[in-house]
């Protein structure tokens, strides 16, 4: 039966974790820094103790990380493995796009490699150019990845047990500027989700705000301050890029005829650009053209300041917005 507890968006990600590793006896829980430590991130804090040698620490090797996880997989064990930044990813990508994307389909069906792979991205204050890239679009693009980004506590939850009770290879990606956030109740035990489908945060009739991942919180922001100038905005949480509800975008924007996509990637080749062609394709009548919020095209600083004026912002989103529904020369007037 369902159950209500408190809990960081770490600590629901650590429920999870020990939920997966209570009812898979074939799971596995590996990566850097995971077992004793307890992550660096203290997200499998308490897992080795709990479970023992099924918890274990590996060198500091992302090849072996997710090689060893493709290999398991396919033999039969459930790997749930870390990659402690999403960056270091890119050091084995061989093994996620050429090797665990194409297990079930060079085996014919015979074999599958039900492995997740949990890694965390995002702007963080010092984080720098090598800690602080978003790379959803890239694993996104593969066909045979699946790809979620949780923005709450009660996802990190739910989305990471439907990533591992996939059949299929699975990515996580959380954030780590919401791990040690405000405890909130979740709901645990409860029925494990099936991959896919967005969420309505907020509803709203005059414009459509698609994000994911910790913007999702940011877009919420700028809909209350633009509730209060008298423009309604839906909130869609798409929770997954691979496969993402392009159903639920398209019904919203059908009601609202305006579309905003808030990335915290950079803007030029992102996701939200693959979300605008589709709606676009579509056919659904627009009232103004489509427009994107993100990053920049430059290297993410260490300086806090900086790396902050970079980062999409509320105002940035409500700018957006206030020009979708025609009223962005009086913003302008009004700075």
Known sequence: MPRTVTASYAGA?????????????????????VARPGGI???????????GERVFDTPISESVILG?????????????????????????????????ANVRYNSRGRLSAPMTVRTQQGI????????AQS???????????????????????????????????????????????EKVDIQVDTEIQSVGGARVKRQGDDVTIVSWGAT????????????????????????????????????????TGRLVVVQEAHTAVGFAAEVIAAVSESGVPLLSPPSR?????????????LATTLAPSPQKIE?????????????????
Request: charged share 20%; hydrophobic share 50%; aromatic share 6%.
């Open 319 to 335: 700018a957006a917005v206030e020009r979708s529904v025609g009223r962005g020369a009086a913003v302008l007037q009004a700075g």
């Open 13 to 33: 990600a650590n429920a999870a974790l020990e939920r997966a590793l209570c009812e898979y006896p074939n799971a596995l829980l590996f990566g850097e820094d």
């Open 124 to 131: 963080a204050p010092g984080a720098c150019a090598q800690h």
């Open 135 to 181: 790379l959803e679009a890239i694993f996104a693009h593969i066909p045979g990845l699946q790809v979620c980004m949780p923005a709450n506590a009660q996802d990190a939850y739910d989305l990471l047990l439907s990533a591992i009770a996939s059949e299929d290879p699975a990515i996580v990606i959380e954030n780590r500027t919401l791990y040690h956030g």
């Open 68 to 100: 060893g996880a493709v290999g398991s997989a396919m033999m039969g064990m459930r790997p749930i493995v870390e990659i402690m930044w999403a960056d270091f990813s890119l050091v084995a990508l061989d093994q996620l796009v050429n090797q665990a």
């Open 216 to 255: 999702v919180n940011v877009a919420l922001q700028a809909a209350e301050t633009l509730a209060a100038r008298g423009i309604d905005a839906e909130v869609i949480d798409l929770r997954w890029l691979r496969p993402y509800d392009l159903d639920s975008i398209l019904e919203s924007v059908s009601r």
């Open 41 to 51: 991130f203290g997200v499998t804090k308490g897992l080795h103790k709990q479970f």
């Open 293 to 305: 919020v993100g990053t920049p095209d430059a290297r993410i600083p260490a300086a806090p300041v």
